[in-house]
Each structure stands twice: as C-alpha cells, then as structure tokens.
C-alpha cells in the first residue's frame, strides 16, 4: 500500500515525513477556510498495487464514508503514486461535487491526457461517485438520471449456467502465434481463418463473436484477414490497428461490413471526438480506468449517440471497473454490452455480484458503486506489478505489438 506520506518520506528523506502534519498546502487551507458549510469532507487518499498490476484508490471522509476506484494496470506505480498528489487539491473538498473536481484535477496540471494522467482521474472520479452514491443512499446510475435499462447484457464465456451467448477471441494460427509481420503470407491468413471457422461452427449462429486484433496486427495484414474473416461472420473487428493513426482506421472501416470497435487507449472526449468525426469505427469501447472515469464515460457516450455509435465499456480490470462500467451502461440508451461482466470478483469482493441470468447481469441496486469491496482480501493481494511485458519476432528480434 502506498500513502502520500510514504510517497513523500521517499523523496524528501525521514525528516519529511514526520513534518507532514504541520504543512498545509494553499488548496487545502482555502478548502479549510470555506468547508465549514460542508458537512462531508475528503480526510484521506490511500492507493493499493496488486500482484496482478490491478491499482485501486480508496479516499476517505470525515464522516466514514468511503469510495474506491480503480487505476490503470500499466504505469502501476506511476498512476498511485499521482493519485497521493491530488491529496493536496482534494483533502478538506466536499466529495460530492464530482464534475467540479474532475475539472479542477484535469485542467489544475499543465500537461493533460495521456494514460496516467486521465487513469489517475478516472480512479479518484469513480471512488468520489461511489462516495455520492453512499451519501444519498443511491447506486451512481440514479444520480445519472435513472436507469436505462433493466438489465446490462455481457460477454465472457458462454455458457448454458449463465446464458452468455457473446465472446470475443484473439487471432492466432495454428502454432498459437499473433500477427507480427508487415504483411502475413497465405499460410498464416489461411491457419487464422481455419481456427475462426471452425469456432463458428462449434459456437453456431446464436452466439456473437468479435475478433480481437488487439491493435497488434500491421495495416496491410489487417486488410487480407479483415477479407477473409468476413464470411464467417465475425460480430465486430476491435483494434484492428493501433489507435494512433486514427486516419488508417478510417480508411480499413470503409473496407468491410463488419463494424469496427476501438477505444480501450483513447482518453477523454477530445481522444474519441476524432474517432466519430473521421468513423473509424462504429462501436466504442472507452475504459472506465483510463478514459476519465465515470464522469468522461458519460460524456462520450453522448456524443457517440449523436453518430448512433453504441458503447461496449471495455474491462480487463477488477470489481470497481467493472461496478462502474455497469453503472454507465444503466445511464445511458446506447449501451451495447459489457466486456468480461460474467467476471465474480469473489477474492476481492464481500458479497457476490447479483447472478447473470440469460446472459444479463442485473442493475447494482446498492448505493454508489453498488459493491463492497472485502479490504482484507484486497490487502492479502498487494505485492509487486508485473513488468513489462515487451514482445520480440521469433525470427529477427525485432520488437512487435501485442
């Protein structure tokens, strides 16, 4: 676990440390100075890093409320160490004036975007909804305006227990290797198509498939395989190349009749406002950990509806991601489905999500995030992140995406 204070122990000595007490930030003497009228008050923020990389935020008040969020899995200790430096914007704040302090955290730093710096907003935004929600005794989605919905739809692992009849796969071939090279030759395209084939029929016509690329995939391969998949009907082609030459992935969309997703590393609404324009794709998947939190999600998700584009949160995270992943999906009309929302969470949780039936898991009707995270649990967990994880061609070396 770490603190603000061990943070600053760190790179300001022992000493530092123990004169935290007696030193008061501008922000904080001015919040001190007009929080009289306020009856809630942040008291502390408190990050946790997991083994599995997964960082999650708890920010506590003077009344014993509590919220947490999560963070970024990449940059695990860069995101919460930063998320201990809003403690000096946020401490002594009035928690429920959520969109006032996302404004206030995004726009008090020089440099904005960018997946630390919004991951950082989007776990403090999801613990300061989660503690609203617990204020007014309301899951985060009624706060939003009320449900959309009865019911979110997810995909996961099919199964006739839950109903689940969507999934999503990764292109390999035969030997179980991903598209590394500028231009894959026949024998690759035809192996990953076999593969994909043969998981239609197994599957059948009544469960979805997308097709992850995983923005792994170079631009002239991604033409041929986006071609030969298609008679297969795949339900939609995600990341089929990186996110960053947003114009490439325009011109491939215009290529099939497959949709295209994308989403899950575009930040903010500025990232996703060039997406729409130019319609490189036609399903968005922004991260309720990296896109900037609640509050961004819900903003996104207005101005996709404006290009009829629906929203599928991506979620490769834990509990808070996806508790918060499904309370936008109740706010809003253009919610598609839930990635991984047939996850449990029983290691991290105290009481179990309600049980998918037919496919849908139903609306978390208890307050804020609507779930309760088991801090013993989590705590056993805490430990060093991964590292990072780069990937080489077994044929010349050379680095590849993954």
């Not at 990050?47 to 506590?60: D, E, H």
């Not at 990186?242 to 930040?267: H, S, W």
């Not at 399903?283 to 819900?298: H, R, S």
Request: charged share 25%.
């Amino acid at each position: 676990m770490l603190t603000r204070r061990h943070t600053l122990a760190g790179l300001l000595g022992p000493a530092a440390a123990f004169g935290l007490g007696g030193i008061a930030s501008p922000a904080r003497a001015q919040s001190a100075a007009l929080g009289s009228r306020e009856k809630i008050r942040v008291t502390k923020i408190e990050t946790f890093v997991l083994t599995n990389s997964w960082v999650f935020v708890k920010i506590s008040t003077d009344t014993g409320i509590t919220g947490w969020g999560e963070m970024l899995k990449d940059d695990a200790k860069a995101c919460a160490a930063g998320a201990l430096e809003v403690g000096d914007y946020l401490i002594g704040q009035d928690p429920t004036r959520v969109v006032h302090h996302w404004q206030a955290i995004h726009r008090g730093a020089f440099y904005r975007g960018g997946p630390i710096k919004t991951a950082i907003s989007s776990g403090i935004d999801q613990a300061l909804w989660d503690i609203t929600g617990k204020v007014y005794n309301l899951p985060v989605y009624k706060l939003l305006g009320g449900e959309t919905r009865d019911r979110c739809r997810v995909y996961g692992q099919p199964t006739l227990k839950n109903g689940v009849n969507a999934m999503k796969v990764i292109l390999r071939d035969g030997k179980g290797r991903a598209a590394t090279k500028h231009n894959e030759g026949d024998k690759y395209i035809a192996e990953v198509v076999e593969r994909f084939a043969a998981l239609r029929k197994k599957m059948g016509d009544d469960v979805d498939i997308g097709v992850e690329f995983h923005g792994a995939v170079q631009p002239t391969t991604a033409l041929r395989l986006m071609a030969a998949l298609e008679p297969h009907n795949p339900w939609f082609y995600e990341e089929v190349v990186q996110a960053l030459n947003v114009d490439m992935m325009a011109e491939l969309a215009k290529k099939t009749r497959v949709p295209l997703a994308t989403g899950e590393r575009i930040f903010t609404k500025w990232g996703f406002r060039e997406i729409l324009e130019k319609k490189a794709a036609m399903i968005l998947q922004p991260d309720v950990c990296y896109a900037g939190g609640i509050t961004e999600l819900k903003i996104i998700a207005g101005m996709a509806e404006a290009y009829y584009v629906p929203i599928a949160p991506h979620n490769p995270q834990g509990p808070c991601s996806l508790a918060a992943s499904l309370q936008i999906a109740a706010a809003i009309p253009n919610f598609l489905i839930q990635e991984r929302g047939d996850n449990e969470y029983t290691d991290l949780l105290a009481k179990p999500l309600p049980p998918i039936v037919n496919g849908h898991r139903p609306l978390l009707t208890g307050p804020g995030l609507g779930i309760t995270i088991d801090e013993d649990k989590l705590r056993a967990q805490v430990g060093e992140p991964r590292p990072y994880l780069p990937q080489f061609d077994a044929d010349d070396g050379s680095v590849v995406d993954w």
